[in-house]
């Protein structure tokens, strides 16, 4: 099934399209500050995963210590 569109609504849609292109954030030169921002956000990241898994890790040994959970298992 196909839809038709006026060229009123094609008109509008390069519109839109256009504006979006123009306040594109990437289109911009891109600044030191905010690369160390980005670099500093994604070792946040990377850490806070590893502290996440730390604690997996923990939470199963303690786990297996349970005996209910023996059971279950």
């Not at 911009?28 to 956000?41: A, H, I, K």
């Not at 990377?46 to 959970?69: F, G, N, R, T």
């Amino acid at each position: 099934m196909r839809i038709k569109r006026s060229a009123g609504w094609a008109r509008e849609r390069a519109a839109k399209l256009i504006d979006s292109a123009k306040r594109n954030p990437f289109q911009q030169g891109v600044y030191q500050s905010q690369l160390f921002r980005l670099d500093m956000y994604i070792t946040m990241l990377l850490q806070y995963q590893e502290h996440l898994s730390s604690i997996e890790a923990e939470i199963d040994v303690l786990a297996e210590e349970i005996e209910e959970c023996k059971i279950i298992s």
